[in-house]
């Protein structure tokens, strides 16, 4: 369904030219916001393959390319190189016409003088679709995202979590192969963030349609099939969530809520611990949360109780977690760095 082979993108820097008009004001803005206009490699020799009907996640830190590779799964930006195939077609009208966008911020260009469901006929018109099949169109995507009771509301009276829904509900009028979700679930409270989770699964496997989500939620891609890390413009690992996890499955993480410590104390030196990091707890100020990355085999609780009590650690709770899709983002990032080696 979707393909990119070998797809990179290069920002040239301003280099020469005149300090007149347009360059004067290019080079003011370059100087304003980073004091130097460099080319910038966003994407580096990127290639993967999306299937009909799949949920694919793509997970990555800020700067790491996430939206160079929106722009131009979408259809808004050409690559330096490599090729992007939609459907079978390479053409970026194809693409565009063969991808409904919805993104984070996409409220910001609802019509505030509309009502909701006048924003989706308007969205509807602008892409061909008319009388009754535009109606039906839109009370079907009202229902899809619990809105047919405020459809009759302006946007200025809707709550950011309602734009955000009338912004996903504009995306599921047009009947597009694939749909890509920017952080779909922001401003949305838990229960609607769920339940759009759903209506995404039950819109793929009904409807064959191909779903690309990119976002930081690590819910929003639990429901993916296969994610795609991504950092520095480059593939850091794509697989399952279980193929991800498997190098790290020797790896827990164990959290320790205690009193304040004065100092930070040297669980390093346990055997097994690999990390250890110190945080706050929102809303109780006497209160941290001390997290140790472990190796399984080495690790012994015996050994973290002793160290415990010899250093007058007063715990409230010690508890292994979930290991996060960060913290396996932040592996595959030091294996990249260090040539082979995860550190």
């Known amino acids: ?46 290639s993967f393959d999306v299937g009909k009907g799949e949920v694919f996640g793509i997970y990555g830190a800020n700067g790491a390319g996430k939206t160079t590779l929106i722009k131009i799964l979408s259809g808004l930006l050409a690559p330096s190189g490599g090729t992007v ?12 016409n063969a991808v409904s966008y ?42 899809a995202v619990g809105m047919t009771e405020a459809r009759d509301k302006y946007i200025s009276e809707l709550s950011a979590g309602m734009r955000q829904k009338i912004t996903i509900a504009r995306g599921l009028i047009l009947n597009r192969p694939v749909i890509f979700y920017d952080e779909p679930s922001v401003s949305l409270d838990v229960q609607s963030a769920k339940g759009l989770r759903g209506l995404i699964q039950t819109d793929a496997a009904e409807n064959g349609r ?22 520095k413009g480059r593939i850091a690992a794509v697989g399952t969530p279980e193929e991800l996890k498997k190098p790290l499955d020797d790896v827990q993480m164990i959290e320790i809520k205690c009193l304040n410590q004065e100092r930070e104390l040297p669980f390093d030196m346990l055997d097994g611990v690999r990390h250890v990091t110190y945080n706050s707890i929102e809303g109780k100020r006497d209160m941290q949360s001390i997290r140790l990355s472990i190796h399984k085999q080495y690790f012994s609780f015996d050994h973290l109780v002793d160290f415990m009590i010899e250093n007058n650690i007063a715990a409230h709770s010690v508890n292994p977690i979930e290991t996060t899709l960060q913290e396996i983002y932040e592996y595959y990032l030091a294996y990249k760095e260090g040539d082979g080696v995860a550190v």
């Not at 195939?85 to 565009?96: A, L, M, N, P, S």
């Not at 996409?106 to 099949?133: C, D, H, P, V």
């Not at 191909?210 to 950092?231: F, Q």
């Open 1 to 46: 369904m979707i393909t990119l082979k070998n797809v990179s993108k290069l920002y040239k820097g301003v280099t020469s030219g005149k300090d007149s008009g347009v360059y004067l004001w290019i080079k003011n803005f370059a100087q304003l916001t980073s004091n130097r206009a460099t080319s910038l490699l966003a994407l580096d020799d990127v």
């Open 85 to 96: 195939e939609v459907d079978g077609k390479t053409g970026y009208r194809h693409i565009k």
């Open 102 to 143: 919805i993104s984070t911020n996409g409220w910001m260009g609802l019509e505030w003088q509309l009502t909701a469901r006048e924003n989706l006929i308007l969205y509807g018109s602008m892409f061909g679709l008319s009388g009754k099949k535009l109606d039906m169109k839109c009370e079907e995507a009202l229902r």
């Open 210 to 231: 191909t779903v690309i989500i990119a976002s930081h939620n690590h819910s929003d891609l639990a429901i993916c099939g296969r994610i795609m890390l991504l950092a």
